[in-house]
C-alpha cells in the first residue's frame, strides 16, 4: 500500500526559507515520480516541482524556478523540496505525490498525472 507523508510546512516571513519532506513507503521507489503540488483557496492545484526516482531528472514550474529546489534520497525513501526566498503567492497546502513513470516527470508533472497522494502540509508565506 503506497503511502506518502509531507511535513515541513509552517508559517515564514516573506524571503524566508521552509523544507518539505516526504517519506515514501509501500512501493518499490525506482520506478517512480515523485512530485510536490499545491493548491490555494480558490485556485486549481499545480504541479510545483517533480523528480525522477529512476534518473534524478526534475521539472519546476516556472512560478517557483530559481527558488526551489526537489531532491531525493533513495535510500531513505525521501524526497524533498527546499523552498528559498518564499513569497505571500507560494501560501498553500502542499502536497506530495507518486506515481509509476510512463512519461517524461515534465509532463506527468504539467498534466497532474499522480494517482497516490499524502494529506499535505500547509505553507503561509505572510509577514
Same mark, same amino acid.
Given at each position: 500500500q503506497v503511502q506518502l507523508v509531507e511535513s515541513g510546512g509552517g508559517l515564514v516571513q516573506p524571503g524566508g526559507s521552509l523544507r518539505l519532506s516526504c517519506a515514501v513507503s509501500g512501493f518499490t521507489?525506482?520506478?517512480? $515520480? &515523485? *512530485?510536490?503540488?499545491? /493548491? $490555494? =483557496? +480558490?485556485? @486549481?492545484r499545480e504541479g510545483v516541482s517533480c523528480i525522477s526516482m529512476s534518473d534524478g531528472s526534475t521539472y519546476n514550474a516556472e512560478s517557483v524556478k *530559481?527558488?526551489?529546489? &526537489?531532491?531525493r534520497d533513495n535510500a531513505k525513501k525521501m524526497v524533498y523540496l527546499q523552498m528559498n526566498s518564499l513569497k505571500p503567492e507560494d501560501t498553500a497546502v502542499y502536497y506530495? $505525490?507518486? @506515481? +509509476?513513470l510512463?512519461? =517524461? !516527470? /515534465?509532463?506527468?508533472? !504539467?498534466?497532474d498525472s499522480f494517482g497516490s497522494w499524502g494529506q499535505g502540509t500547509q505553507v503561509t508565506v505572510s509577514s
Amino acid at each position: 500500500q503506497v503511502q506518502l507523508v509531507e511535513s515541513g510546512g509552517g508559517l515564514v516571513q516573506p524571503g524566508g526559507s521552509l523544507r518539505l519532506s516526504c517519506a515514501v513507503s509501500g512501493f518499490t521507489l525506482d520506478y517512480y $515520480a &515523485i *512530485g510536490w503540488f499545491r /493548491q $490555494a =483557496p +480558490g485556485k @486549481e492545484r499545480e504541479g510545483v516541482s517533480c523528480i525522477s526516482m529512476s534518473d534524478g531528472s526534475t521539472y519546476n514550474a516556472e512560478s517557483v524556478k *530559481g527558488r526551489f529546489t &526537489i531532491s531525493r534520497d533513495n535510500a531513505k525513501k525521501m524526497v524533498y523540496l527546499q523552498m528559498n526566498s518564499l513569497k505571500p503567492e507560494d501560501t498553500a497546502v502542499y502536497y506530495c $505525490a507518486a @506515481e +509509476g513513470l510512463y512519461l =517524461p !516527470v /515534465q509532463a506527468m508533472c !504539467v498534466r497532474d498525472s499522480f494517482g497516490s497522494w499524502g494529506q499535505g502540509t500547509q505553507v503561509t508565506v505572510s509577514s
